[in-house]
C-alpha cells in the first residue's frame, strides 16, 4: 500500500514541478496584457496659466482644468493589439471659458509590450498618425533605462530616460523624464492687431510647442501613477519673431487622481506577481515536498 502511496504522491509532485515554469514563464506571460476594455478618467490642474484666447483676441491667465478621459475599443482588439481612444478637454476656471483647448488621440499598441501599432485608424484630432514607441503605458516590468514614448501634439516618439527611483503615496516608482523640443504643430490666421502688430487685416502665424514631461511609473505593472507636463507654446510669425504665448502651463495629476492611479497599479502589481512569483513558488515547494515524501513512502513500502 504504501508504495502505492508513494508512487502517486511522486507522480503529484511531478506534475506541480513541471506545473510551476509553465505557469511563470508561458502561463503568465499571457495573461498579463493591457485590457481591451480599458475606462479611465484621470484629472490635471494648471495653476498660474496663460494662453491666447482665439475667442477674445488677447492672451488670459488663469487656472486649468483639464479632463483626459480613456476608452477601449474592444470591436478592433484582435490578437496581440488592442485599440483605445483618449479624449482631453482643457478649461479655464478662472475666466469661465470652456474646451479652450480639445484634443482627440486614437491608439492601437502591442496589448503585452505597450509599443504602438500603426492600423485601425490611429489619428489625432481624424488626422492620421503612426504611433512609435510607448503609447498609453510604458512596459510590463519596466527598466531603468531610455524608452521611446509617443508625443500626441508632435505626432512622433521621443525619449524619456530614466531619472530615478521615488515613492509615491507608499508605492515604490520609477521617474521617466521626457523633452520634447521647439516643434512647429499648426500655422493658422489671426488679426494683425491681436499679435501687437500694427497694421490691418490679418496675418499667418506659426505654433511652436516644446515640453518637459515627467512620468512617475510603478515597474511591475507599467502603469503611469503621477505626471507632470510643463508646456510651451508660442506664436511666431514668419520672421521668427515670438509675439503671444498659446499656452503656457505646468499641468499636474491632481491628488485625488494620483489616489486612484496609485490604487489600480498597486492592485495591478499584486496580481502579477501572484501569478509569476507568488503562485509559481508555491507549486514548486509543493511539488518537491510531495516528491521527497513519495519517495520515502515508495521505499518503505518496498
Not at 206 to 211: N, T
Not at 231 to 251: F, S, Y
Request: glycine share 8%; aromatic share 8%.
Amino acid at each position: 500500500m504504501g508504495r502505492v502511496v508513494g508512487i502517486v504522491l511522486v507522480g503529484i509532485g511531478a506534475f506541480l514541478v513541471t506545473l510551476s515554469p509553465l505557469l511563470r514563464f508561458q502561463v503568465a506571460e499571457r495573461l498579463i496584457a493591457a485590457p481591451a476594455d480599458q475606462y479611465l478618467v484621470t484629472t490635471l490642474e494648471a495653476e498660474d496659466a496663460e494662453y491666447f484666447s482665439a475667442g477674445d483676441l488677447k492672451v488670459l491667465k488663469g487656472s486649468l482644468d483639464i479632463t483626459v478621459t480613456t476608452k477601449g475599443d474592444v470591436r478592433q482588439a484582435e490578437g496581440d493589439r488592442v485599440v483605445w481612444e483618449q479624449f482631453t478637454s482643457v478649461n479655464d476656471k478662472t475666466n469661465n471659458r470652456s474646451g479652450i483647448l480639445l484634443t482627440e488621440f486614437r491608439g492601437a499598441f502591442n496589448k503585452y509590450t505597450g509599443e504602438g501599432i500603426n492600423c485601425c485608424g490611429t489619428s489625432v484630432d481624424e488626422k492620421p498618425v503612426a504611433p512609435s514607441g510607448q503609447v498609453f503605458q510604458f512596459p510590463f516590468n519596466a527598466e531603468k533605462k531610455t524608452y521611446k514614448v509617443f508625443n500626441t501634439v508632435t505626432g512622433r516618439a521621443f525619449d524619456a530616460q530614466f531619472a530615478g527611483e521615488e515613492v509615491v503615496n507608499g508605492l515604490p516608482v520609477y521617474r521617466y523624464e521626457q523633452i520634447i523640443p521647439a516643434t512647429k504643430i499648426d500655422t493658422l490666421e489671426v488679426p494683425a492687431s491681436a499679435m501687437g502688430i500694427d497694421k490691418s487685416g490679418d496675418v499667418e502665424v506659426e505654433r511652436w510647442y516644446d515640453a518637459r514631461i515627467t512620468y512617475w511609473v510603478e515597474p511591475v505593472s507599467g502603469a503611469p501613477v503621477k505626471q507632470e507636463q510643463r508646456r510651451h507654446d508660442v506664436l511666431k510669425t514668419a520672421d521668427g519673431i515670438e509675439r503671444k504665448p498659446a499656452l503656457v502651463a505646468t499641468a499636474r495629476y491632481t491628488p485625488q487622481t494620483v489616489d486612484e492611479m496609485v490604487r489600480t497599479a498597486t492592485d495591478a502589481k499584486n496580481q502579477i506577481t501572484l501569478l509569476t512569483t507568488s503562485i509559481p513558488v508555491a507549486l514548486l515547494v509543493a511539488g518537491l515536498v510531495l516528491l521527497a515524501v513519495g519517495v520515502v513512502f515508495a521505499m518503505r513500502g518496498g
